[in-house]
């Protein structure tokens, strides 16, 4: 196998991914494989992709299982698979993929005697990333578009169809990462599938509900029973709250989203100038590229100011002015709100005084009016505060 297996210089333990190799070949059918190396914010060590010999679009179930199994024993290592014709089709409906991820650089693996061999010939390159750019300008559209459609739902208060127009834009934009990012996307319409599905491969995607915080769970189980259940059942019920947590979760995604794969688009077109690639490079969604640590505070802030601070809306007729989020029950609540306003503005001259007509619940009045500011405290952006300022201490001050 040594004379099969090169370009191993980058790794920390060549030995055990020839040991790898051997075994794969021996019993997959195999063209080529390739290595792809994890960084701090990849959940895996090695990503081994490999391309295998049978041309036909099908994969055999039992050497599928046996790659199950074989990288089950590698718990720092994730396996991907594809046919020369599933590369072949996924290539010229639009992903940079198989070029930023299956190429010279990192092949360490095989069968043929040229090792300069490579899925795709240069010429075809420039139209591979012509049909990318294509794809993912028409497939961002649609998520926006998703996203969009479930405000109007959210203002007159339809809180479950808002739900559902939530959840297809995640699925749609989870399609569109999974297609850049994995080469092929997971067929579900589970939200917790597809995060499950690139979750293994790229940390970004894969925690936007993360599976370890209660919360995130519900919202979690709420947004997938919004699939069906928004539409067919009469018993579903999403809290406006809830429908609020999940718009800044997939808002923080869009913003990945059209961070990372226009930075795939960049990669590509990078190859095709000859700007030369590291050997053996993290591919998934990576803030290693320009200004790293910057960039990753950047973009830390950004997320949490879209998770947090969602007490002042910008204003729409003047970009320097905010709306004073104030939920309640409708006009006649709004009245009420108004009148005790007044009346505690009353109440400041006149209650020493005695009760008048408009004063004879004072107690009342004062405990309502002062719930009524209670809920207009900004807890939430106090807590954005503390992790802003959490993040900046344990970020160098030359960044």
């Not at 299956?102 to 990333?129: G, H, K, Q, S, W």
């Not at 960049?266 to 910057?294: A, H, V, W, Y």
């Not at 408009?358 to 209670?374: K, R, Y």
Request: charged content about 30%; hydrophobic content about 35%; some cysteine.
């Amino acid at each position: 196998m040594d004379q099969r297996t090169f370009n191993l210089e980058g790794t920390d333990s060549p030995d055990e991914i020839r040991e790898i190799v051997s075994r794969v070949v021996e019993k997959v059918d195999t063209n080529h494989i390739y290595l792809t190396i994890g960084g701090e914010l990849q959940p895996y060590k090695y990503w081994f992709t490999i391309v295998t010999g049978d041309y036909a679009n099908r994969f055999r179930e039992e050497k599928e299982q046996f790659l199950k199994v074989f990288f089950g024993m590698y718990p720092d290592c994730v396996v991907s698979y594809f046919t020369p014709t599933q590369i072949g089709e996924q290539e010229s409906a639009g992903t940079t993929f198989f070029v930023n991820n299956c190429n010279r650089e990192n092949m360490i693996y095989t069968c043929f005697d040229d090792r300069r061999l490579a899925p795709f010939d240069e010429e075809v390159l420039p139209r591979v990333l012509n049909s990318s750019r294509a794809y993912y300008e028409k497939e961002i559209e649609k998520v926006r578009a998703f996203r969009k459609g479930a405000i109007p739902f959210m203002d007159e208060g339809n809180f479950e169809l808002a739900g559902f127009m939530l959840h297809q834009t995640l699925e749609m934009g989870y399609r569109l990462a999974e297609h850049f990012f994995l080469g092929h996307t997971h067929k579900g319409h589970s939200i917790r599938e597809h995060q499950n599905f690139i979750g293994d491969f790229s940390s970004a995607f894969g925690e936007i509900f993360p599976q370890d915080i209660e919360e995130d769970i519900r919202l979690l189980n709420k947004l997938d029973k919004s699939y069906v259940k928004s539409r067919y059942s009469k018993d579903f019920i999403i809290e406006e709250e809830q429908v609020d947590l999940i718009k800044g979760a997939v808002d923080m995604f869009i913003l990945k989203l059209e961070e990372y794969i226009p930075a795939e688009l960049e990669k590509c077109q990078g190859r095709i100038e000859g700007r030369s690639q590291s050997t053996l490079k993290e591919s998934l969604p990576s803030k290693s590229d320009i200004n790293l640590k910057q960039h990753s505070l950047l973009q830390r802030l950004r997320e949490l100011e879209w998770k947090y601070c969602g007490t002042l809306d910008p204003s729409k007729e003047r970009e320097e002015n905010y709306s004073l989020k104030l939920i309640n029950g409708g006009y006649q609540e709004t009245m009420l709100l108004i009148t005790n306003l007044i009346k505690v503005c009353m109440m400041s001259i006149e209650y020493p005084h005695g009760a008048s007509k408009w004063l004879q619940e004072p107690d009342i009045v004062i405990a309502d009016t002062m719930g009524h500011i209670l809920d207009l405290m900004p807890y939430d952006e106090m807590e954005f505060l503390d992790e802003v300022r959490q993040l900046l201490s344990e970020t160098p001050s030359n960044d």
